[in-house]
């Protein structure tokens, strides 16, 4: 096992993360639900397939990471910078990701129902096959690339709540 490995496919949830430099590191495949990442930085990290469920990243810098195929139902995600981050076919019901930055993320085959998006930079985002029942797009960013992956079910809602770029 690589150094970098140590927290992979591990139980994380009582772990006390305060001093722990996460840049660049495997997570995936770990437990991290209801963990307190909040104002870290953990660009390039790798999360992929990981519960991290009620958890809370808010403000925290997560640029290049990998959440692809992550549980992150009802976590906290506002104010977190997200740029080109992999959120492939990621379970982001009933999450808050207000005023954070989804600037080039891959939010396809995402379920973001009753997500809060409000206030988020959409712009360049990739929303293919995403599911967006009943979410809040109050004061979203977006613009013609972001609007062209939206499917044709929910570009109304994104176009009334929403602000072209």
Same mark, same amino acid.
């Given at each position: &096992? @690589?150094?970098?490995?140590? =927290?992979? @496919?591990?139980?994380? %949830? $009582?772990?006390?993360?305060? /001093?722990? !430099? ?32 009620? +958890?809370? #990243? ?5 640029? /290049?990471? *990998? ?13 977190? @910078? ?5 959120? /492939?076919? +990621? &379970?982001?019901?009933?999450? !808050? #990701?207000?005023?954070?930055?989804? =600037? ?5 085959? %995402? ?13 360049? +985002?990739? =929303? ?11 004061? +979203?960013? /977006?613009?013609?690339?972001? =609007?062209?992956?939206?499917? $044709? *079910? ?12």
């Amino acid at each position: &096992m @690589k150094p970098d490995d140590v =927290f992979r @496919k591990r139980n994380l %949830t $009582k772990v006390n993360f305060e /001093y722990e !430099d996460l840049i660049g590191r495997d997570l995936s495949d770990s437990n991290l639900s209801g963990v307190d990442l909040s104002n870290r930085d953990i660009h390039d990290a790798d999360l992929s397939c990981c519960d991290l469920s009620n +958890a809370n #990243l808010s403000h925290t810098i997560l640029f /290049y990471v *990998k959440l692809r195929g992550s549980d992150l139902r009802h976590i906290n995600l506002s104010n977190a @910078k997200l740029w080109d981050a992999e959120l /492939y076919g +990621a &379970m982001l019901q009933d999450a !808050d #990701l207000q005023s954070s930055d989804l =600037f080039y993320s891959d939010l396809r085959n %995402t379920d973001l129902s009753n997500a809060n998006l409000g206030g988020v930079n959409l712009r360049h +985002a990739n =929303f293919d096959g995403a599911l967006l029942d009943s979410v809040n797009f109050q004061g +979203a960013n /977006y613009d013609s690339q972001t =609007f062209e992956t939206v499917s $044709k *079910k929910y570009q109304s809602l994104l176009e009334q709540q929403g602000n072209l770029w």
